[in-house]
């Protein structure tokens, strides 16, 4: 089925028709602009995610808007009891740099990538131990849907970590943030020559995205119990977890 099929298949809603299309534009420069804008720290937060879910082994795990797929890989890295990892994407192009990515490298299992919306999962529900979402749950227009959708394929006391950009609750640090986010970084990306807009959709996404605090009733209301947040970098980066 080619990605035109799949899309009018499943009815993608507008938004998420559109933010597929971003994806797919920005793929080919998505790690090296993250690496960028970052300073690489992103790398860190994921490994930081993972270390703070690793009291459990898990067997098999999703990972929710993968991307290029570095979470996964770290899962595959850091999680020795892990034998099936899924990573799910609506952008093909972004899923294509994540086989390209996963075919360089050894790891003991295969990962399967999914060319889905996970607003709608295609999966039975119950089945993961674990399900990962990095920077991805601030793209959908409804998490809170996407939370319990989540929740469905998640094992009875199975868990979810989710890495998202959050804004600060320190007024200094969200002005500059803003700033950086809506000024500097669309810049840059057109000093580079890149898509701009995407990127002025990046700071967009964060400044709307709720609180910490906010994020974590969201995800107890969906259902989840024992809900966790970890800030990093001055609440500019958040780590959610919680257990079915
Ligand atoms: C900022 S990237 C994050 C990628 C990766 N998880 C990471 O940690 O770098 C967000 C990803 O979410 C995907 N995405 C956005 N909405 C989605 C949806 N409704 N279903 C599946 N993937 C989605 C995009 O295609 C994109 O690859």
């Not at 892990?82 to 294509?96: A, H, P, Q, W, Y």
Request: one cysteine or more; aromatic letters at 14%; glycine letters at 4%.
């Amino acid at each position: 089925m080619n990605e035109g099929e799949y899309l009018n298949q499943v009815k993608l809603d507008k938004s998420t028709f559109t933010i597929s299309q971003m994806f797919n534009k920005v793929s080919t420069h998505y790690d090296f602009m993250n690496d960028l804008i970052t300073g690489f720290s992103h790398r860190k937060t994921r490994k930081k995610a993972l270390h703070l879910v690793s009291f459990h082994s898990y067997k098999r795990v999703l990972d929710l808007a993968t991307g290029t797929g570095d979470f996964a890989f770290l899962v595959q890295e850091l999680m020795k009891e892990t034998e099936v990892v899924i990573g799910v994407d609506i952008s093909r192009r972004m899923l294509s740099i994540a086989k390209n990515k996963a075919r360089n490298r050894k790891f003991k299992n295969l990962i399967t990538y999914n060319l889905s919306d996970i607003n709608h999962l295609p999966f039975r529900s119950n089945i993961f131990d674990l399900c990962a979402i990095g920077y991805g749950i601030r793209n959908v227009s409804n998490p809170s849907s996407v939370l319990k959708e989540i929740r469905r394929v998640t094992q009875k006391s199975g868990y979810l970590v989710i890495v998202e950009a959050t804004s600060s609750s320190y007024s200094l640090i969200r002005f500059f943030s803003y700033f950086y986010f809506r000024k500097l970084v669309p810049t840059l990306a057109k000093l580079l020559c890149l898509k701009t807009e995407a990127y002025s959709y990046l700071a967009e996404s964060i400044v709307v995205f709720p609180s910490a605090q906010k994020f974590t009733k969201m995800i107890t209301n969906a259902g989840w119990r024992k809900v966790k947040y970890f800030q990093m970098y001055l609440g500019t980066v958040t780590i959610f977890i919680a257990k079915k």
